[in-house]
C-alpha cells in the first residue's frame, strides 16, 4: 500500500470504523451529523474532508457546514444544536487520486483518542 508523503490540502481527517460506516448506511452518513463541532472547530476552515479506516483514506470530500438539532435519528441523541456537515465527493478528480486507498502519514494517526484529525 502507498503512503501519502504529505498532505498539502487543508484537510480534516475523520478516522472512523467499518462498524459505524454499516450502521449508519454509508461514508458520508458516517461523518455527516454525528460529530460534536461548533464554529470555533477547525472543521469550519477544511477545503477537504477525508474518511480513513485503518489509516487508509477511503474518500475524499468538500465541505459546507449548517446548524441543525437532533431530529430523533443521531445515536447518542444531542440536545443542543449541532453543526452538520454537508459533504459531497471533491469535485477535483486530483483530489480523489492523489489520496484515495493510501496510507495516511503516521503523524496525523497518532494525537490519542479524537476520532478528527487537522492537517493545518
Known amino acids: 500500500m502507498e503512503q501519502i508523503k504529505n498532505i498539502d490540502e487543508r484537510v480534516a481527517l475523520f478516522l472512523i470504523s467499518d462498524k459505524v460506516v454499516k450502521r449508519r448506511g454509508s461514508l458520508v452518513e458516517a461523518k455527516r451529523k454525528w460529530w460534536k463541532v461548533s464554529e470555533k472547530n477547525h472543521i469550519m476552515f477544511a477545503t477537504y474532508i477525508f474518511s480513513v479506516i485503518d489509516g487508509i483514506v477511503q474518500e475524499g470530500m468538500k465541505t459546507g457546514c449548517h446548524e441543525e438539532v437532533d431530529d430523533g435519528t443521531a445515536y447518542p441523541h444531542f440536545a443542543s444544536p449541532h453543526l452538520v456537515l454537508d459533504l459531497v465527493l471533491a469535485p477535483d478528480d486530483y483530489i ?17 483518542q479524537k476520532p478528527i484529525r487537522y492537517t493545518f
Open 96 to 112: 480523489r487520486k492523489k489520496y484515495k486507498n493510501k496510507l495516511v502519514p503516521q503523524e496525523y494517526l497518532s494525537w490519542g
